[in-house]
């Protein structure tokens, strides 16, 4: 499956980046290089393959909930720009 030069640069426009002549060659290639490795799938019998979300069965993906210590707040404010008590102070929005 090919891509073409016009579709990389729709795709390009919809996704309003700005591409040079070489990165739309080079995209071209790649994205074409991408979409012949995703057509090799459709080459396999997967009749007897049923859907899945995930290619692991997963079990027990929650941590018990536990309390324990929290962040002291100077360990929290360390890194802000300015604080207002026990506030992180931020500009005004419009």
């Not at 997967?46 to 995930?54: C, E, I, K, Y």
Request: without cysteine; aromatic residues 4%; proline residues 10%.
């Amino acid at each position: 499956m090919a891509i073409t030069r016009d579709e990389v640069l729709h795709v390009a426009r919809l996704a309003r980046l700005a591409l040079s002549d070489e990165e739309v060659e080079r995209l071209t290639a790649e994205l074409g290089a991408i979409l012949d490795a995703v057509s090799k799938v459709s080459e396999l019998d997967l009749d007897d393959v049923p859907p899945t979300s995930h290619p692991l069965d997963l079990v027990n993906v929650w941590d018990e909930d536990e309390p324990r210590p929290s962040l002291p707040l100077d360990g929290a404010f360390a890194n802000a720009p300015e604080r207002e008590g026990d506030l992180f102070r931020v500009p005004p929005t419009a």
